[in-house]
């Protein structure tokens, strides 16, 4: 197979598995529904990507990989450069996802990824690490916090270190 129809075949599964995304939960779809909306078959989807997870972590970052993060930006205000990037780019996709835990931590982690490979800052991973503890302690109150649709108390919790009493 030609290298362009190899790109054009992994395009094809992308954009399926998009189309999926954006109207059944991330966690409840299978390799195989993605073949089959792609009209491919299952092997082939297996050939470019390991597995599901592997698939939104290619795709996110397809989607984003010429897309600069404003450093500044995210120092500040972290959870709303998440939901600034992500959100204006897959909407539809987003809020299908919100209430997916595997999509929306797959997504975190995909960002994290993305903001280290294109920052040049060593002092970046600081950030990170306080980022990463408050999405731990949101997990540990069963994500009372939605990080696309509450980034406002996320990023105050970063501002401030302090984190809200839980009732």
Known sequence: MSNLSQQRTKRIILESFGEL???KRFSEITMTEIAAKALVHRNTVYKYFNDKYDLLSQ??????ENQSINLKHFKQQPFKSIHD?????????????????DFNK?????FIEL??????DDKIFWDIGKMVGILLWNEMHE????????????????QTEEFPEIN
């Open 115 to 120: 903001l280290i490979t294109t920052q040049k």
């Open 85 to 101: 990037v992500y959100f204006s780019a897959l909407e539809q996709i987003i809020t299908q996802q919100q209430n997916d835990h």
């Open 143 to 158: 994500n009372k916090y939605d990080m696309f649709n509450d980034y406002q108390i996320l990023d105050s919790i970063y």
């Open 106 to 110: 797959t997504i975190q982690s995909n």
């Open 59 to 64: 795709g996110v970052t397809f989607l984003f």
């Open 21 to 23: 995304l954006a109207i």
